[in-house]
C-alpha cells in the first residue's frame, strides 16, 4: 500500500456525525463553566503542569496553550499573586524561570474538577435511564478511541 496516498475525504454522513459530536460536547462543556472558580486560561495551565507533572517556561506554556508568551506571562502573574503556581529559576539558563504548580494550585484544579464531574454525574442519574448510562458508558470508551 502506497503511505504517500491521500486519504479519501470522509462521507457526508461521517461529517455530520462528527459536526454533532462536535456541537454537542461544546455545549456540554460551555454548560459547565459559569460554576468554574478558576478562568479558563488559568484551569488550562494548571491542567498541563498538573498532568504533565514538569516544570515548564512561560514559553513553553504559551506554546502548548496557543497563546502569545506576553498573554502567557500575564496568566502567570496573577496566578503567581494567587499562589496557585510558584517561578523557580531554570537549572541550566539563568533567563528563563520554570512555572510549577502548587499544592494550592492542585487542590483548586481537583475541585473544580470535582464540581463539573458532579455536575455531569447528577444530570447522567436525574436524565437517562440505566440502559442509557450504558449505552453512554459505551460512547466514552469509543470517544477514548478517536484520540
Known sequence: ??????????????????????????????????????????????????REEHPRTVAELADRQRVRHQSMARTVALMTEAGLVVLQPHPTDGRKQLVTATEAGRTALSEQRARRETRIATAIEARLTPEEQQTLREGVELLKRLR
Open 1 to 50: 500500500m502506497n503511505s504517500s496516498a491521500p486519504a479519501a475525504a470522509p462521507a457526508p454522513e461521517t461529517l455530520d456525525l462528527a459536526a454533532e459530536l462536535r456541537a454537542a460536547v461544546g455545549e456540554l462543556v460551555r454548560s459547565l463553566r459559569p460554576d468554574d472558580a478558576l478562568p479558563q486560561n488559568q484551569a488550562g495551565v494548571l491542567g498541563l503542569l498538573v
